[in-house]
């Protein structure tokens, strides 16, 4: 029953039922049921026309004179669910109520209480019922409340993070939003400590699933609703509302009222306020519309932003129109100091299982087109958080590229840099996040909304698995190109910075930005993929071993001999690489040496060998 209606204990503290000197005859338990009508009754036989949660007032002379029908009468009424049965003295009983109507109702739980003195049943009547239609009333204009300001806060587009804070706000309860995975995305402990609030959060959440779409967990306090739209879920709102609580909000409680009062009673133990699964809900909605309109927004503006890098790439269409549009799209690349930046991971696959190290291997179809979505949504929130204007999109099946304007040269360390930190802290490589602590927590409450004074939120809402394939604490990399200072020398750029990403692929350095110096000879080989030269420089050095392992795909002695010549030509230290025994990494070596013809302890043949390997890679790479 909805928790709008008072109690019987509620109604019992009423001042025209004080006037009465009640007393509590039988059936305590029962002082917390909720009253939803007051019925005035004479009759025996008045439980047939009762629905359940009436509170009846009879002055007892029309009940049956004989303890059978005292106990069917109680009976009767404890089998409908009347919420308690009140006798007014003087009447009927003079000195008390008979003692087997006691006896009756205690064995029901049904509360029965006396009125030793005369009271006019119009003025409980009057009080119960203006009682139950403030309280709805109350209830009305909180949902109100609620629609009206989530209304808001979708139409202004408004972050994750100040959704949860509204929620907070107008519950008085701490609100936390999670992914499928059970990370924290945003929170408002509502005034509580955020650190036990989240502490062990992961392994505390997974023990509240409650059934159904929306449901209250009555063992743990929390209401939780499932988020997401279109038929994809992607995370749960969670509200920690302990049964009986008070709820210490000016919004849903009038102002000057507080706890205990006849007049605005609390919900009963364990009886949920309807307002507030009303309140989960609309958030939840808000939260799941902000998502659309953010993403298909995104998406609009992505697929612009796409055709006009694709055209400085490949001179599909004149600068000038470039210009032009880009200029309509908010982003002024004329008169502005340019330069191309990259980012992609370091593997274009994760490894097949059994694979050679470093060789590519077999994967869901899916899971490329999945993270180069969550990259791109990466780079697109660290150009938010940094500051920084430009074209962003996908530019080929494994990377994302940017056009960076700069008001002058002087700012293209500082505007990097702020770009490389603004993504690690929102990258999608670290792997499945951990539970949060309290730095980490203070993090997602902080959304995107770009305000000083705390740490930005992690890209919202989070992740995909797909898109943490990638191992090792610097799977993506960030290159840049030269800078320009006209946007007809922004392709130079660009393809500098795409060139230097695919020659850093194998550099195991953690460097927040690759630029031309940093890739060396692998730079150079990238450069130079194209050159006939250089690919007949391959086939002879590689050739035979490439053939050989076409025709022996169970053992790829490429893979052996990168893991040799990576390592030094330390034997020992290769075979632990290629995760090998010693005997058959010698063995494999052995095989390389007369399948190439080559002696493998030469450094010179070793050399040659190495550049080879590197040629082979650039030459391979999409």
Not at 6 to 32: F, I, K, Q, S
Not at 175 to 182: G, I, T
Not at 199 to 215: F, L, V
Not at 532 to 544: D, I, K, S, Y
């Amino acid at each position: 029953m909805s928790p709008v209606f008072p109690t019987v204990r509620e109604v019992l503290a009423l001042d025209p039922v004080r006037h009465g000197a009640p007393r509590l005859v039988a059936g305590e338990a029962g002082l917390d049921r909720p009253v939803r009508w007051v019925h005035v009754a004479e009759v025996p036989d008045i439980a047939t026309l009762l629905r359940g949660g009436e509170l009846v007032l009879t002055t007892g002379i029309g009940l049956p004179a004989d303890d059978v029908g005292l106990r069917a009468f109680i009976g009767a009424l404890a089998d409908v669910g009347v919420s308690g049965l009140v006798v007014e003295l003087g009447r009927r009983y003079v000195s008390g109520v008979p003692r087997v109507m006691a006896a009756a109702a205690e064995r029901r739980g049904l509360p029965l209480v006396e009125l030793r003195r005369a009271t006019p049943f119009v003025r409980v009547t009057e009080a119960v019922h203006a009682l139950i239609v403030d309280a709805q009333l109350t209830e009305l204009r909180a949902t109100e409340e609620i629609h009206q300001r989530f209304t808001e806060l979708s139409v202004e587009g408004a972050g994750p993070a100040e959704v949860v804070r509204q929620a907070a706000e107008l519950s008085g309860c701490p609100v936390v939003l999670e992914n499928l995975s059970r990370q924290v995305l945003a929170y408002d402990p509502a005034g509580e400590s955020a650190e036990l609030l989240l502490d062990g959060w992961e392994q505390h959440s997974r023990r509240i699933s409650p059934a159904g779409r929306t449901a209250y967990d009555p063992d743990s306090g929390w209401l939780v609703t499932t988020v997401g739209a279109r038929g994809q879920d992607w995370g749960r709102l969670l509200l920690r509302w302990p049964g009986g609580g008070e709820l210490a909000t000016p919004t849903l409680v009038p102002d000057g009222v507080s706890d205990p009062d006849p007049a605005h009673p609390a919900p009963p133990p364990g009886a949920l306020p309807t307002r507030l699964t009303i309140l989960v809900e609309r958030a939840a909605s808000a939260l799941a519309l902000g998502r659309l309109i953010r993403r298909d927004a995104e998406g609009l503006e992505r697929q612009i932003h796409r055709t006009l890098l694709t055209a400085l790439l490949d001179h599909s269409r004149p600068v000038d129109e470039v210009a032009l549009r880009a200029r309509a799209l908010g982003v002024a690349l004329e008169r502005r100091h340019l330069v191309g930046v990259v980012v992609r991971y370091r593997a274009d696959e994760p490894a097949a299982e059994g694979g050679a190290p470093g060789e590519p291997g077999p994967v869901d179809p899916e899971a490329g087109p999945a993270r180069l979505r969550d990259l791109s949504e990466a780079v697109g929130q660290a150009l938010r958080e940094a500051k920084l204007t430009g074209l962003s999109s996908a530019v080929d099946d494994q990377a994302v590229g940017v056009l960076l304007a700069l008001p002058d040269p002087a700012a293209e360390e500082r505007a990097l840099n702020a770009f490389a930190a603004a993504l690690r802290r929102n990258r999608v490589d670290a792997g499945p996040p951990r539970p949060p602590d309290s730095a980490s927590a203070r993090s997602a409450a902080g959304g995107g909304s770009g305000r000083s004074g705390g740490p930005p939120a992690p890209a919202w809402p989070g992740p995909t698995p797909a898109a943490r394939t990638a191992a090792g604490p610097a799977a993506v990399i960030v290159a840049a190109g030269s800078g320009v200072g006209s946007l007809r020398e922004a392709r130079r750029s660009l393809v500098e910075a795409r060139q230097v990403a695919d020659a850093a692929r194998r550099d195991r350095r953690d460097l927040p930005i690759f630029r031309l110096p940093h890739v060396g000879l692998a730079g150079l080989l990238h450069l130079l993929r194209d050159e006939p030269r250089l690919q007949t420089f391959v086939e002879r050095e590689l050739g035979a071993l490439l053939a050989y392992d076409a025709r022996h795909p169970r053992e790829q002695l490429l893979g052996t001999l990168r893991a040799y010549l990576e390592q030094g030509r330390n034997k020992s230290a290769g075979a632990a690489a290629a995760h090998l025994s010693r005997p058959a990494f010698y063995e494999r070596l052995a095989r390389i040496a007369r399948v190439l013809d080559v002696d493998l302890d030469s450094v010179e043949a070793c050399l040659s060998l190495h550049v080879a390997l590197l040629a082979l890679d650039a030459v391979r790479t999409p």
